[in-house]
């Protein structure tokens, strides 16, 4: 299921699961297709949700740039496991 997302969200959601969850980084490595339930959809968002709190907001709570594109992922696994 992780092939609906492009390989740049795919790269950033591997960097944010070798630093928050990197016992979830068989999911992006897998050469099989992965499918995507609500529990292990929901451990992949708290992955990325951990690294926009840790580098992806500006000192007024407003996301960056880099956060900009961590809730796009969030948004892009959530949509993966509530189209099942």
Do not use: H
């Amino acid at each position: 299921m992780l092939n609906k997302i492009n390989s740049e969200m795919l790269d950033l959601l591997r960097q944010c699961l070798a630093t928050n969850r990197p016992d979830l980084l068989w999911v992006v490595d897998s050469e099989e297709i992965v499918s995507i339930d609500e529990q292990l959809g929901n451990e992949l968002r708290e992955a990325v949700a951990d690294e926009l709190i840790r580098i992806g907001l500006k000192n007024n709570d407003e996301p960056n740039d880099l956060g900009k594109k961590l809730e796009e992922l969030i948004d892009q696994i959530g949509r993966l496991f509530f189209l099942i």
